[in-house]
């Protein structure tokens, strides 16, 4: 070992120990007689300390030393004159009596401090750097402990890990896959998986019983901020469960992970309907920090003559606390927000309930006070309340009353970010229809089960599809697949799946796939099925965007040690990169440019 | 919950309960007025008994069931009248009350057994099945195992586990990559990593300090029997450490999965030079579970004029205990053994040392008795014992030698699986001249440091090259470069690391890199050595083979959920597969096929 301790460790019990730290030079200050050296490794920051006037040699040598200087130094631990209280080792400093100087450093392109004014592209080339400022450390170290966590509570409930194959087969459906040219195979790619969805559906038939893996799956799709190419699930599959085993099971796990790594009681994990959450929250991952719940009005504003209203299919409001006295101004924001493009509302109608009871509303001309208390009832709305409706198609409407309540949210402070709001969204449609496609598509995945009770509807919709009468007004069956949501974040979606191969067939048949289409694709899958498919269902957790949201931070980027750009480029690396033609005549390919 | 129970938990301490039980038939056995059926989960067997006298339907119904039915079966449990020893559950029985097929099971292609009849090729392909069978899922759990304490060891040493990028550059050094072709960047192309080795130095110059990952690799090679394209190692790194503190840390670490996974104590990790590992055993891999070591004779044999002994540049010869009673025959496969092409050499030379204390060679004509007893005593070889020699040029002699040894310790007992002989093996050389390129390569890789006395050599050689004046003929420098080998096998190797730019650019240079080579391929890694790169050092173990070590298996196969075959194939999946003409072109690539 270069060193007998890290510098992080030394108390001033330690003082007159004579000891040997290496690290980095996070800073050095020359105070004429004395010169002091800020010594930094992954465990803290240790003060050096030197003085001209006993060792005026050593401390010359030391001055000209650079930040982020290799050091090894030898020395003796004493106690400072001045304490720093915001450090574990600031009761003590090290009277240096060598110093060896292990590497030297050119000056880095940005300061190693916390807040560093690096920005964003030349923190990602240098992102080697950028890893040696303590908070980016800090968010590796928590998601380590994620993982660690994570699989000490899996282990403990008897699942396996089992690592599933990362060259696999591409399947057309779903998003697009990362393809790899098979050399010893010409003309013949591997894909990259999106999941390890049908080998861990295939490890239930081996009877594995409870499976787990946290596992690199890889999409190449148009990257939008804050995806990656790359990213990592918490993957697990359990046999013989109903939907309310796993539920339990992974709430427990939530809790546990929130226990151990944040200190923090996670009390109960609600429930809420895919319905309700559209109803109440319009979105399927409402952020339950805050209520200010949706409340529609169409009989309350019915037949004002109010033409937006009458002709809308949805009149919908939310109530914003205290709020009644926002400004001109304020409101106006408001307004512009709801009709960017983003957002797509095409006008926001308000109306403020005034600290002496009165209404004032931005549509007097076609309510009274009378209409507008009735809303104030329904809205729950009390003196200094603003209350925000939107009109218009109800899908459309919701999602834009959606994104306002979150900007509301945002606005009156309450989506904290050390306040944490779990639930699970339950009984989710099976299939949506999209539009573009002009055909059903799985919502969770093809191997997703309805629920038993709408196994009817299947049925029905397949006989649609045999008489080609199959259309978008088709009300989707439920599914028994449930996602859990975090303060509005989505961090993981499973599903009971499909075990009996007939209803797989089914499923298959009714998303459009030709029998054959579905063997040469998933044909492996549904012969495991011929030889006794357990009932089983699942889970997967996005392993960075729990992490990012344990560390209360927005990105995931800074929880990934070497993460990629939007244009899916590692730019420290600069890959990708052109090959030689020589690897590309060996895979028998070539490329277009 | 499906199931009450497992079939592996219930005791004689359990009977009387009622139960529900889920798993698959393993076996029915009808006798007429009972019926037995063996239920198989992950977890044991359990038997099922129905009784035609008091429940004639329910017994009948039992009697129609096939292997591998999946069910879920309510009853009583009971003492059993024939109690099965060998069973955990051997004491009780499940009275059966009710029945519920959950799934029927085609016949399988081959029998659920430990010793199954299946064939590789189909077993492969129904792997789901083969996956079924008792000894191949405890592999699979002993692997997990592995993974566990491998991360217990190291949590506790303050290592992280950092998690590096799949997708990477493509870097012409080493062994074949894997390539993924760029959507967004056309034209471009990513790389799968051979191993993360630039990313852990980095994050050691990130001041991570301690890191590690088990982790997915991969290698585009022909596959020669018993390798995998993708592959998984336990990747570890250390900074502000030397040898000794790298070899004392996974020497514990390899201690500890010995105690904790097989109840095994490794009192010592014996060290064995390079150099001496390739004089007494002809490997860099010895397998020192037995003794047997090479004894060089060239002295002993020269001027009696043997031809064959007298041109050889080495005459070297073991001595196998006890077989000097070996027949015409036995010794004929002997020589037969050592001319396969693979092994190579061109005869074998013999001395029995009989009984009596005579010698009788097959080279009497040449060596009287007298010689032949410096031969015996040179070899301490005893009464009863056989001397085998080799003779040619020393390197392929030395290779063919550790072939016989192999096969006379497999012939003797000597390596049986159940014993563990582990020891480092240090000092390898820097470099290694390979003919058909005509130049140096290193034979770690190019960041491997060479020992600090044999920089010299460096230099030397590097001014060799500038005069062209490099040949194999040089001797390479020794590096700090160490492979951990347990009963013959390499099971990790690794290095002290270069962490002067200077010198490893010198590398560089020395492996025939232009500078701007250099730094295209590795330019992010020099460029880190800019900003103070800490002195480290760090292994890799193969986990596959260390699983299948641990397991007592020659093939890793078995030690993988989901393995290839020898032409990279997942037959089960039929993977590689063409692609959509679509995806091609939106990867901007296209087949010469």
Redesign the interface.
Known sequence: ???SN?CGELRLSDAGKEVIL???IQKSRDLGGMTFIDL????GLTQLAFNMDTNADLCSTARKLGR???L?VSGLVKERENKNANLSTGDIEIEVTKIQV?????T?PFTIEENTDGGDELRMK????D??RSNV?AN??LR?QV??YT?TFL?NQDF???????????T?EGA?????????????????PQSPQ??KQ??M??????YYQIV?C?R?E??RADRQ??F?QIDCEM????QE?VLKMFEALVKYLFKEVKGIDIDSLPRMTYADAMKFYGSDKPDTRFDMRFVELNDLTKGKNFKVFDDAELVVGICAKGCAEYTRKQLDELTDFVKRPQVGASGLVYARVNADGTIKSSVDKFFDEAALKTWAEAMKAEPGDLILILAGKADKTRKALNELRLEMGTRLGLRDKNKFSCLWVIDFPLLEFIEEEGRFFAMHHPFTSPKPEDIAIVDEMLQLQAENKLSEDCISPRANAYDMVINGVEVGGGSVRI??KDLQKKMFTLLGFSDEEAQKQF??LMN????????HAGIAFGFDRLCSLFGGADSIRDF???P?NN????V?????????LK?LD????????
Chains 1, 2 share one sequence.
């Open positions: 070992m270069l060193r890290t290496c690290g980095w930094r490794d992954r465990y982020e200087f290799v090894q292990l590497n030297e450093a050119s880095p240098y992102r080697y750097l890893l040696r450390r590796l170290q380590h993982a660690r699989r282990d396996i890990e089992v690592e599933t194959p990362v060259l696999i087969k591409s057309p697009r896959d990362f393809v790899v040219p098979s050399r010893m195979n010409q003309g013949e790619f591997y894909a990259l049908t080998f295939l490890l038939v081996s009877g594995f019983d409870r690199k890889f190449d148009d990257l190419p790359e990592t046999s013989f469960v109903e085993d075990f009996n044909g492996f495991a099925f011929e030889f006794g498919a357990p009932p990934i040690a070497f990629k244009s899916g480029r590692d420290m690396i600069d890959a990708p990169s052109e090959i030689a690897q060996e895979l028998g390919i070539s490329t277009k440019k």
